[in-house]
């Protein structure tokens, strides 16, 4: 059985930080390219950052220079450090493991809450 286990979200005021963790069981996460992604009320669900199995980052314009994605394959993990978060980045955020296009999981979603 795939799970992947948010954690880690939560309110902070505009300017602070979060880190954001992704705990996957079930997979050889490994082969996976991971992702975050985030869905504000009334929106639709965007990619926020991907990491490869070769680590390498994608980051979208929005977040580019605040975010970091990170992942430690000896503990099935991927990270995403958020820092100088604007009230913009107000959503929840779902962690994706995808082998293949048409081949993908994700996580139940963590909500993240920044105030002006």
């Known amino acids: 059985q795939v799970q992947l286990v948010e954690s880690g979200g939560g309110l902070v005021q505009a300017g602070g930080s979060l880190r954001l963790s992704c705990a996957a069981s079930g997979i050889m996460f490994s082969d996976y390219t991971m992702g975050w992604y985030r869905q504000a009320p009334g929106k639709q669900r965007e990619v926020v950052t991907t990491i490869t199995s070769g680590a390498i980052k994608i980051y979208a314009d929005s977040v580019k220079g605040r975010f970091t994605i990170s992942r430690d394959d000896a503990k099935n993990t991927v990270y995403l450090q958020m820092n100088s978060l604007k009230p913009e980045d107000t959503a929840v955020y779902y962690c994706?493991?995808?082998?293949?296009?048409?081949?993908?999981?994700w996580g139940q979603g963590t909500q993240v809450t920044v105030s002006s």
């Open positions: 994706k493991a995808q082998l293949r296009p048409g081949l993908s999981y």
